[in-house]
């Protein structure tokens, strides 16, 4: 692009022409290493000029020229460099050119050299200006080092918008240091061509690569990991290896915000997906990722699926922000170790909602069968792409497609295009189904069209000590009942006919009889203390209609005339209360209160109406009013003569009335329930009695028998039908008519023979244990199965030889560990020993030991307590369920190895993990749980494995139970102080985490708990003593501490909105606060300070917090930086309004009344008050407080003129100074030394539910009336200026009236003095302490 010889003109004429003025030009190009010099003027604002090589010292000439002319600065806009040798002064000259012209925008070099230092001098101009805004770099050869120089000067110039490079080599350079420039990468090694390799468009922030060579693509992939503007990486067609994807896998561990990774066609292998799938475990940014075109097999696939998959319930999924997925092509071989892994991954995962597959030739048709399978388990992906897939055919897959369907309802698009399937036309009836998930009507429930209707059959439960007369009370109730001239034996009829009549069973019995159309079955529980272990399983659940009928004798055995004594029937009942409430608690639906009524026996034997009697009757009405709501206590207290039928009528009527009242409260039952009462009892006759029906057979009735529960035809639903017979089964269970689980297979139909002789026959396994085949609790198999069978198999009258055909002793084992009544010790072992808690004897009288004992343990104890054990306790099936259900728990773990487990009657011994652990049931009726640690580990481990095992095994049992948590002193851990020793040597956890709260952050790690001293008739068994908190507490419970705090500040900072200040640690803060008093920015809060600070904070915790006394360090800062802000405010809020006579009085007031000799801080003004006193606060800047001994002015009462002026103020006071409890009680000097006389009247107020709603909103008023002049929520603002001013007026009018307006006066009254501050000039009313130690800020101003 040379001009002709008549249109060159001499390079002197250009710098005339420069250096006067003569040329308005916008544009300059240079060309170096030419054949002549001179210069062409392409259009009236361009010019070109030639350099030849004998004339090159004009170049730097001219630069300099053109950087003196002032026309040029104003018009010229681009440069252009070709072919140029740049010197380092030359570049320095083109440096002033730059900074002397800011209207320059563009600067291009084409085929330039940079010798020397020159890159680092352009680099250094660069950083300098401010105002270009592109940059190309062509053919230039700057080289990694000189990309390093451009990279550099980057990280400082925010200004430059567009960057082009056109050579490979140096994009990663840029990338690495970018922000938010437009950046193209060009190369020009491709057979002599041009073409881009790298952009990154800053308004979507996506980076593309469109060729690179393999160290570029790495340098690349390193200059991303430390970038925090790429969101989108395209790396399509590139070919890359799995050197690139081990660089890339640390992108993904590091790289925050890039959101989206296309890798189509990047020829991608096994060992790359790799590398990418151990990236993606710690990754937690990216959203979708594209992996379509690689060349990777099922070996790939597997790993790359394994962090979004869970393999066991208690493995948690690595990684849970990947939303989209895609993977396959061509020469992407999935097969059967692809397909497996992503089974697995569709079954588990719970984050991916997009998944493609596209043109995969590897899956079989069968394959794509069972992926729609186990689609049934997945309940988060929402659409699904299968393009290109040849396997994707056939009538068996369109069949699961439909099924999948039907039952999976969050699938709402398949994109089955490209697929055989689509090709042929068969996809239609899909798309319409996808239709119908789309509705939002949920589909018709399978159990919604089964009717439903009052059920027919009520549970009357019998508690009551043995010799109580539960047995022959209930022979006389049965008597009642037969009203017709039937025999007894006809009218009575059990679940076990005849057996009842032949064979009188130990423990449980039930009587069932018929009232009309309602069946009323008696459950006489045994009241053998022994089998109250079981009482539990029988205990009615979920809204079943049952009641109570609570039995005590009024003697203590029938055989003598010995009464019992008041105290001992009230023992009794409360017992059975405490138990029926307790499990009550644990029912999932508890519709209604229990119903109870008491009834009292051998009433006969009383000649006449006695002192005691009243006395029995009264202390059962305290009784009914201390269960008042808990249960649903009938006011009629029974006496009857248990052998007589007619003492007991009114009894029969109760019941017979009550079982009515209850059919009609308690949910409604499948109407076949009813029906299926009337088919087992036939079915039993006709079947030998059998007391139990295993699964098949109730198939086979239901198939027979009724016509609701029948397959109608092999295409019918089999499976709905299948739900719709288990609901039945269950629901007979919930009603007591039978007893069934869904993995056992069979339903027990005789409830009384398995409670009465299965379940008992374990209570007798003890009395006859033999020490040859049984030891501490533990019989094998072999041996129980022996003895049910013989007790299955002994002669009952009534039942055939083939009663136990369908049930072996197997299956009661099986029952029982479902139960969780035993355990196996070794469940892999089919001939296993089992230990059966009820065979465990007492541990009295063993020395009690650790079996560790090292200078180095540590000891820790937690007592949990049932937080109202005056109506509940932990029942006695309780513990023995516990025992064996913490032992399965333990043994289920995967780092449990060499954990040993061992029982006594009420003490669980642990070691797990070298670990020790005892955890002992303790109090009267076991209302509380010791849980012992002794570990050489750290207390917070320790600790971990108490509240992530123990506690929660403990918690599921006796879900309803509130259990609180309290900490032992762990001196009585380490000596195994025993129970009753130890009772008072507990402290709450809440209580001990709400002092570290109430202390300055200084104390929390140094604070103590003082334990008091224990003796016993004198002899001293534990001394008074004290634990650091830090010694009895984890570091996750002083976590939740500091969080809590933490909060609080949040939410302060977030209320009050007030910016970052410069003050930092290490600025003096008093001389800020000196300023800042006098300019006071006006805004809704005020009181904090650096809310980015705290965000910042909050964002650590978030991640971890590592180092207990570093936080509480950074914990005191901020607490100091609380504090100065609010002494800041409330010093304004003292010296507001100074107009107001001058400040003749104080501002800071407040009342109290006298009440026994204690103050009562008046927080509301009504008016009719009297005898009130007016206080004074000291207003020393900073340390305002409560002035000792202030005699303070007396208010005879209260008028309205007082309200409307007080009323205001005392309200925002009481929000000011309670804001101060809950945020700044901790707080070591200034508002601390008022709180502590205010706390106590106030700290009701500081915990209330509207505080905690409200502190933040209590501030922001407070901080309006100490900003209230320039408040730029102006009303709000002059109503509390309004409110204030109308105080001050009536303080002055007050003590005028008073006699109290001089200075003397005042000082008398109040003791404060009027000074005024030597910086500030304000003026303030102080204590005489504070004019003594800061006489040197201060000047007496007396009036």
């Given at each position: ?865 049932c937080h109202d054990s005056s109506h509940m306790f932990l029942t006695p099936g309780f513990f023995p369920r516990l025992q064996v259900h913490l032992h399965n728990k333990i043994m289920a773990l ?129 001394q008074a003593g004290f634990n650091f908190a830090r010694d009895i507490l984890s570091d996750d419970d002083f976590r939740q501490v500091l969080h809590r705090r933490y909060h609080d500040l949040y ?86 309004n100074v107009q107001v006579e001058e400040r003749k009085v104080p501002n800071m007031f407040y009342f109290v009344k006298t009440e026994n000799y204690s103050r009562r801080l008046i927080t509301t ?179």
């Amino acid at each position: 692009m040379m001009a002709s010889n008549q249109n060159m003109k001499e390079l002197q004429w250009f710098l005339q022409a420069v250096k006067y003025g003569g040329l308005n030009l916008h544009s300059i190009s240079f060309y170096l290493s030419q054949a002549a010099s001179g210069c062409y003027q392409e259009t009236e604002n361009s010019m070109n000029i030639n350099i030849s090589g004998e004339s090159i010292s004009y170049f730097s000439h001219l630069l300099t020229t053109l950087a003196a002319s002032k026309n040029a600065k104003s018009t010229l806009r681009n440069l252009e460099f070709h072919l140029v040798q740049w010197e380092v002064q030359e570049v320095k000259n083109l440096g002033i050119l730059l900074e002397n012209n800011p209207s320059i925008k563009q600067v291009v070099f084409r085929r330039n050299k940079f010798l020397g230092k020159c890159m680092s001098e352009l680099s250094e101009i660069l950083k300098r200006n401010k105002m270009i805004k592109e940059i190309m770099l062509s053919e230039s050869n700057i080289g990694s080092v000189g990309a390093g120089y451009i990279a550099s000067a980057l990280m400082v110039n925010h200004s430059l918008e567009e960057l082009q490079i056109w050579e490979d080599s140096i994009g990663s350079r840029v990338l690495a240091r970018n922000r938010a420039m437009e950046v193209h990468v060009w190369s020009g090694q491709n057979s002599g061509k041009t073409s881009k390799v790298v952009e990154f468009v800053p308004e979507n922030s996506t980076l593309r690569i469109y060729q690179l060579s393999l160290s570029g693509s790495c340098r690349v992939a390193c200059s991303l990991g430390m970038n925090f503007t790429v969101k989108s990486l395209d790396m399509t067609g590139v070919r890359l290896k799995s050197k690139w994807a081990k660089e890339f896998r640390w992108v993904l561990e590091q790289n925050q915000t890039l959101q989206e990774v296309n890798l189509f066609r990047t020829c991608l292998k096994d060992k790359g997906i790799v590398y990418i799938a151990a990236g993606l475990f710690k990754n937690r940014s990216l959203l979708t990722l594209h992996l379509t075109g690689n060349w990777f097999t099922g070996v790939g696939v597997e790993h790359l699926l394994c962090p979004l998959s869970r393999f066991s319930a208690l493995q948690s999924q690595a990684n849970i922000t990947l939303k989209s997925l895609s993977f396959g092509g061509g020469r992407t071989r999935i097969g059967r170790d692809g397909l497996a892994a992503i089974l697995q991954m569709l079954t588990s995962n719970q984050s991916i909602t997009r998944l493609a597959i596209h043109d995969d030739s590897s899956l079989r048709p069968d394959d794509f069968v069972r992926i729609f399978k186990s689609l049934e388990k997945n309940a988060t992906l929402k659409y699904l792409s299968l393009q290109g897939c040849k396997g994707v055919q056939g009538e068996t897959l369109i069949q699961t497609i439909m099924e999948t369907l039907q039952i999976n309802p969050w699938i709402e698009d398949l994109d089955l295009s490209r697929t055989p399937l689509h090709n042929s036309g068969m996809t239609q009836g899909i798309y319409r189904r996808l239709g119908q998930n789309e509705k939002t009507e949920p589909e018709m429930d399978l159990l919604m069209d089964m009717p439903l209707t009052e059920p027919k059959s009520c549970r009357v439960f019998f508690c009551g000590q043995e010799y109580a007369g539960k047995t022959t009370l209930c022979n006389s109730i049965s008597q009642n009942f037969s009203a017709s001239a039937l025999p007894y034996l006809d009218q009575v009829r059990t679940i076990v006919n005849p057996m009842e009549q032949a064979v009188k069973t130990v423990g449980m019995k039930i009587k069932t009889f018929k009232d009309e159309d309602t069946e009323i079955s008696i459950w006489n529980l045994a009241g053998q203390h022994e089998f109250f272990s079981l009482h539990d399983l029988m205990f009615p659940g979920h809204g079943s209609a049952s009641f109570f009928i609570i039995i005590s004798s009024l003697f203590r055995k029938p055989s003598n005339k010995e009464p019992k004594s008041t105290g001992e029937i009230e023992e009794d009942l409360q017992y059975w209360l405490r138990f029926i409430v307790s499990n009550s608690k644990k029912a999932v639906q508890q519709c209604t209160l229990p119903s109870v009524a008491v009834v009292l026996t051998h009433f006969d034997k009383i000649n006449q109406p006695s002192q005691d009697l009243q006395l029995t009757v009264n202390s059962i009405q305290r009784l009914r009013d201390k269960f008042q709501g808990f249960v649903d206590f009938y006011p009629t207290v029974f006496t009857v003569d248990a052998r007589s039928s007619a003492s007991v009528s009114k009894l029969t009527h109760h019941i017979r009335k009550t079982c009515k009242t209850i059919l009609q409260r308690v949910p409604q039952v499948y109407q076949l329930c009813n029906d299926f009462i009337q088919l087992l009892s036939d079915w039993r006759s006709e079947n030998y009695n059998k007391p139990a029906m295993k699964w098949k057979e109730f198939d086979t009735l239901c198939q027979v028998k009724v016509p609701a529960l029948r397959i109608r035809s092999r295409h019918d639903n089999k499976e709905r039908v299948e739900v719709r017979r288990r609901a039945i089964a269950t629901c007979l269970h919930h009603i007591g008519e039978v007893i069934y689980f869904d993995e056992l297979g069979f339903l027990i139909l005789d409830c009384e023979w398995f409670c009465g002789e299965v379940l008992g026959e374990l209570i007798r396994l003890k009395a006859r244990k033999q020490s040859s085949s049984e030891s501490n609790g533990f019989i094998s198999r072999k041996e129980l199965e022996k003895i049910l069978r013989a007790n299955l198999q002994s002669p009952i009258p009534g039942m055939g030889s083939k009663v136990f055909e369908n049930l072996e002793s197997s299956d009661i084992v099986r029952m029982m560990l479902k139960l969780e009544l035993c355990y196996e010790q070794d469940p892999s072992d089919p001939n296993s020993f089992l230990l059966i808690p009820s065979m465990l004897e007492e541990g009295r009288g063993k020395p009690q030991r650790w079996y560790l004992s090292t200078p180095d343990c540590i000891y820790v104890g937690r007592h949990l307590e049932c937080h109202d054990s005056s109506h509940m306790f932990l029942t006695p099936g309780f513990f023995p369920r516990l025992q064996v259900h913490l032992h399965n728990k333990i043994m289920a773990l995967k780092n449990q190895s060499g954990a040993t487990y061992s029982l006594e009657k009420y003490l669980i011994s642990i070691s797990i993990n070298g670990i020790y652990i005892r955890v002992e049931l303790g109090g009267q009726l076991g209302y509380y749980i010791d849980i012992l640690a002794c570990s050489t580990k750290n207390l917070t481990e320790t600790l971990r494995v108490i509240q992530q095992l123990i506690v929660p095994a403990i918690q599921s049992l006796c879900q309803g139970i509130t259990l609180t948590e309290n900490v032992i002193r762990p001196a009585c851990v380490q000596n195994l102080t025993p129970p009753r020793y130890r009772r008072t040597q507990v402290v709450s956890l809440q209580q001990l985490k709400q002092a570290l709260l109430s202390l300055p952050a200084d104390g929390m790690y140094d604070y103590q708990h003082t334990w008091s001293p224990v003796s016993d008739s004198g002899r001293t068994i534990l001394q008074a003593g004290f634990n650091f908190a830090r010694d009895i507490l984890s570091d996750d419970d002083f976590r939740q501490v500091l969080h809590r705090r933490y909060h609080d500040l949040y939410n302060l900072s977030q209320e009050l909105q007030v910016p970052l200040e410069n003050n930092q640690y290490g600025q003096d803060h008093a001389s800020g606060l000196s300023e800042e008093t006098q300019t006071v920015e006006p805004s809704i809060g005020g009181i904090a300070e650096g809310v980015e600070a705290v965000l910042q904070r909050l964002k650590i915790i978030e991640q971890e917090i590592r180092d207990l006394k570093q936080e509480i360090q950074g914990l005191r800062y901020y607490e100091h930086q609380l504090l100065l802000e609010l002494h800041r405010k409330v010093n304004y809020l003292v010296s507001f309004n100074v107009q107001v006579e001058e400040r003749k009085v104080p501002n800071m007031f407040y009342f109290v009344k006298t009440e026994n000799y204690s103050r009562r801080l008046i927080t509301t003004m009504i008016s009719g008050m009297t005898a009130l006193r007016l206080h004074m606060l000291c207003e020393f800047r900073g340390e305002m407080h409560v002035v000792e001994d202030q005699t303070g002015c007396e208010l005879m009462q209260v008028d309205n003129r007082a309200v409307r002026s007080l009323a205001p103020h005392v309200k925002n006071f009481m929000k000011l100074v309670t804001f101060a409890l809950k945020i700044g009680a901790h707080l070591a000097a200034g508002m601390g030394e008022m709180i502590p006389d205010l706390s106590k009247e106030v700290a009701h107020l500081a915990g209330s539910s509207s505080m905690a709603a409200g502190a933040a909103a209590a501030a922001g008023a407070m901080g309006a009336a100490a900003l209230g002049r320039r408040n730029r929520a102006a009303q709000g603002s002059r109503d509390v200026q309004q409110d204030l001013r109308a105080a001050q007026q009536w303080i002055v009018d007050f003590l005028r009236d008073r006699g109290c307006s001089s200075g003397k006066d005042i000082a008398e009254k109040f003791g404060l003095w009027r000074v005024r501050y030597r910086d500030t000039g304000q003026i303030a009313w102080i204590c005489r302490r504070h004019i003594y130690t800061r006489s040197a800020e201060i000047l007496e101003v007396p009036i």
